[in-house]
Nanobody
Framework: QVQLVESGGGLVHTGRSLRLSCATS????????MGWFRQAPGKERDFVAA????????AYSDSVKGRFTISRDNAKNTVYLEMNNLKPEDTAVYYC???????????????????WGQGTQVTVSS
């Protein structure tokens, strides 16, 4: 069982930045692909970014590419999402997810992840 705890959400103005963190339990963090997803009220949970266990490969949704950066520190069992130039449409609950995998490419679908955090709210005001 892997437990995920997100932090770093909050209320910011358009154009500002936030960094989300997701701390995980367990001693085999480097074997897990990690992903960030978000869900706005009344909408489905959407893919944001993902990273392989080694950190060597990343993937982003078109809506955040160039603004968001996913990274991980395997020594700290933590994955990060650096969010720059935030827009009101980025407002959502952000979820961290984990999947044990040896695939070369990171998983980008919700169904591909096994473990989920409780989410952290990000609100961007105009």
């Amino acid at each position: 069982q892997v437990q995920l705890v997100e932090s770093g959400g909050g209320l910011v103005h358009t154009g500002r930045s936030l960094r989300l963190s997701c701390a995980t339990s367990g001693r085999t963090f480097s074997l897990y692909h990690m992903g960030w997803f978000r869900q706005a009220p009344g909408k489905e949970r959407d893919f944001v970014a993902a990273i392989t266990g080694s950190g060597g490969r990343t993937a982003y949704s078109d809506s955040v590419k160039g603004r968001f950066t996913i990274s991980r520190d395997n020594a700290k069992n933590t994955v990060y999402l650096e969010m720059n130039n935030l827009k009101p449409e980025d407002t959502a609950v952000y979820y961290c997810a984990a999947r044990r995998s040896s695939n070369i490419l990171p998983q980008t679908t919700t169904s591909g992840y096994t473990y989920w955090g409780q989410g952290t709210q990000v609100t961007v005001s105009s």
